[in-house]
């Protein structure tokens, strides 16, 4: 299977460690997204890239998360300094990247809880 | 200010009947719309989408209607089965912006 693939799937910190998740996209997309949902709540955008480019950040991405993409390939979400309002189902997903019907394909997610 | 709503948290319908659920969009730029399904502790898979040109899109027993006026999106099922039951969520794009702009999900349970 060659779809969106993430790791570690469940996490449990305590706050104020850091934690790290990863993500390699379907293999011949150029698009990664992170995305983060809570429960009753549809997926809220955080970052994307294009290749390896960081192309657009939500206000919602404070300065304790960072996510790259070093080589175009896969990414890394990392979040410094957990806090309980961090916990929630991060989502990693990859497109073609085409100006058209871009259509978004997403991993099983990784669960962090931080308590 | 939330772009793309769903505005029933939930919805419980037949084996064998339709299914509707329903979207809203605020944002007259977005063009290109998704309709995702989740299971629990899963994440989304895609189902369905349509571009802002067509007004309907068919895909075995799913449809999607675009009604650009009235900035409103429906999915259709039929018919239902209980292996439908999970959350839908319909999402939103365009062209020029890469992200998708996700509504809060409706919760479908088929009853056997």
């Known amino acids: 299977d060659t779809g969106v693939s993430q790791d570690p799937r469940h996490k449990i910190t305590k706050r104020g460690q850091n934690v790290t998740f990863r993500c390699d996209p379907i293999?011949?997309?150029?698009?990664l997204y992170w995305y983060r949902q809570t429960l009753g709540q549809g997926p809220e955008f955080l970052t994307y890239?294009?290749?390896?480019?960081?192309?657009?950040k939500s206000r919602l991405l404070s300065d304790r998360f960072s996510a790259e993409r070093p080589k175009g390939s896969f990414s890394t979400l990392e979040i410094q300094r957990t806090e309980q309002g961090d916990s929630a189902m991060y989502l990693c997903?990859?497109?073609?990247?085409?100006?058209?019907?871009?259509?978004?394909?997403f991993g099983e997610g990784s669960w962090l809880t931080v308590v | 200010d939330q772009q793309v709503k769903q505005n029933s948290p939930s919805l419980s319908v037949q084996e064998g009947r339709i299914s509707i659920l329903n979207c809203d969009y605020t944002?007259?730029?977005?063009?290109?719309f998704l309709w995702y399904k989740k299971y629990p502790a899963e994440g989304p898979t895609f189902l369905i989408s349509?571009?802002?040109?067509?007004d309907k899109n068919e895909d075995g027993r799913f449809t999607v209607f675009l009604n650009k006026s009235a900035k409103h999106l429906s999915l259709h099922i039929v018919p239902s089965q209980p292996g439908d039951s999970a959350v839908y969520f319909c999402?939103?794009?365009?062209?020029?912006?890469?992200?998708?702009?996700f509504g809060d999900g409706t919760t479908l349970t088929v009853k056997p």
């Open positions: 890239f294009q290749n390896e480019a960081q192309l657009e």
């Open positions: 349509i571009s802002s040109i067509k």
């Open positions: 999402a939103a794009s365009h062209t020029n912006a890469g992200k998708s702009t």
């Open positions: 293999s011949e997309h150029n698009r």
């Open positions: 997903a990859s497109s073609l990247g085409v100006n058209s019907g871009n259509t978004i394909y």
């Open positions: 944002n007259s730029m977005f063009d290109y």
